[in-house]
């Protein structure tokens, strides 16, 4: 199983980007996808998760109305698309999935089975 993530990069602030994720060795359809970011010294940080399903989404509150999280299983393939992007956004974005859990621990990083590399993101002021 592999995670690719891709499409960070430097921007300023207010800027934007958009994250893929491409997986392999799995059956993407059939598996929750989630991004988490981290910042040295910090713990791993929930951003958002979609579903495998119905695509129901649910976001950390910093991101909602910035950040849209989408899939396009016939590409096994994950988006994080990111708008007003703040020097507080800098981190190293990583994607990952799960194949089932309850949905009040989505947002927590160790019920995530496969992760990907990670992506960094810079946000200059």
């Known amino acids: 199983v592999q995670l690719q993530a891709s499409g960070g990069g430097l921007v300023q602030a207010g800027g934007s980007l958009k994250l893929s994720c491409v997986a392999s060795g799995l059956t993407f359809s059939v598996y929750t996808m989630a991004w988490f970011r981290q910042v040295p010294g910090k713990e791993r940080e929930f951003v958002a998760r979609i579903s495998e399903s119905d695509g129901s989404t649910s976001y950390a509150d910093s991101m909602k109305g910035r950040f849209t999280i989408s899939r396009d299983n016939a590409k096994n393939t994950g988006y994080l698309e990111m708008n007003s992007l703040t020097p507080e956004d800098t981190a190293v974005y990583h994607c990952?999935?799960?194949?089932?859990?309850?949905?009040?621990?989505?947002?927590?990083?160790?019920?995530?089975?496969?992760w990907g590399q990670g992506t960094q993101v810079t946000v200059s002021s």
């Open positions: 990952a999935v799960v194949l089932s859990a309850p949905a009040a621990f989505l947002s927590t990083p160790a019920r995530y089975k496969y």
